[in-house]
């Protein structure tokens, strides 16, 4: 049964930094490429950076240079690390496969809040 867990988010000031991580069971990931998304309130859920088989990586335009995704060799744990928040980066942030696809299951999110 696939399973994601997202933890790490909380309350943060403007220009400070945050670490998510995601736990995945079932093999969630699979082979595919692995991602985090974010959804802020009254807008859609966004792909915010991804991370391909060996190693490459993509990113939002408005995430490019400070956020860094990264997995471990298991293929169970997906982070991300935060630098220099803005308050347009509070959302909820989730885990999941990249591209979506068929998949209907979401994990709970880790909810990321950055005051001015």
């Known amino acids: 049964q696939v399973r994601l867990v997202e933890s790490g988010g909380g309350l943060v000031q403007a220009g400070g930094s945050l670490r998510l991580s995601c736990a995945a069971s079932?093999?969630?990931?699979?082979?595919?490429?692995m991602a985090w998304y974010r959804q802020a309130p009254g807008k859609q859920r966004e792909v915010i950076a991804i991370?391909?088989?060996?190693?490459?990586?993509e990113y939002h335009s408005s995430v490019k240079g400070r956020f860094i995704i990264s997995g471990d060799s298991s293929g169970n744990t997906v982070a991300l690390q935060m630098n220099s928040l803005k308050p347009e980066d509070t959302a909820i942030y989730l885990c999941?496969?990249?591209?979506?696809?068929?998949?209907?299951?979401w994990g709970q999110g880790t909810q990321v809040t950055v005051s001015s």
């Open positions: 999941n496969i990249y591209p979506i696809g068929a998949r209907n299951y």
């Open positions: 991370l391909r088989a060996g190693g490459f990586t």
């Open positions: 079932g093999n969630a990931f699979r082979s595919n490429s």
